[in-house]
């Protein structure tokens, strides 16, 4: 469980956001690390990465706030290549839709896995694997968090 405001265990239920309230379920977390936090690295492929950062395209993000966050691991401000414009991450999370779940994540999960060598959990790299950022699925459930 939490052990503060931002740190929840990968795939402990995330109960921030209106996800509840909206679809009565709280989504899976992953990827609500804090400096000091210890947290499994590893390698993680390419096209998993390229998948990953579709979510975290302005256009599919929630939960909004006004200032970007820096980086919680390393304190750096951070920019990502998302369709040919700069975009600073950390202002947002992301919500992935698997099979069986929807998964929520801070859109610095991309950073983690890139500059912190973040592994990501199996089961939320298997959501990716079938999930489209924008699909109708997608858009719904981001329509109703927004």
């Known amino acids: 469980m939490a052990k503060n405001k931002r740190y929840i265990e990968d795939l402990d239920q995330y109960e921030g956001c209106y996800d509840k309230e909206r679809f009565g379920m709280n989504p899976l977390a992953v990827a609500f690390l804090q400096r000091g936090q210890r947290f ?3 390698v993680t492929t390419g096209k998993t990465l390229a998948k990953l ?8 993000v929630v939960c909004e ?7 919680p691991l390393c304190n750096e401000r951070v920019v990502a290549e998302i369709g040919g414009a700069e975009v600073v991450l950390g202002s947002a999370e992301i919500r992935v839709v698997g099979e069986e779940e929807i998964y929520a994540a801070p859109d610095l999960v991309y950073h983690y896995v890139t500059a912190h060598n973040y592994l990501l959990p199996q089961e939320f790299v298997a959501a990716l694997k079938t999930a489209k950022a924008g699909n109708i699925e997608h858009r719904a459930v981001i329509n109703a968090l927004r």
């Open 65 to 71: 706030i006004p200032q970007p966050r820096r980086c």
């Open 53 to 60: 950062l579709t979510f975290c395209d302005p256009r599919w």
């Open 40 to 42: 499994e690295t590893g």
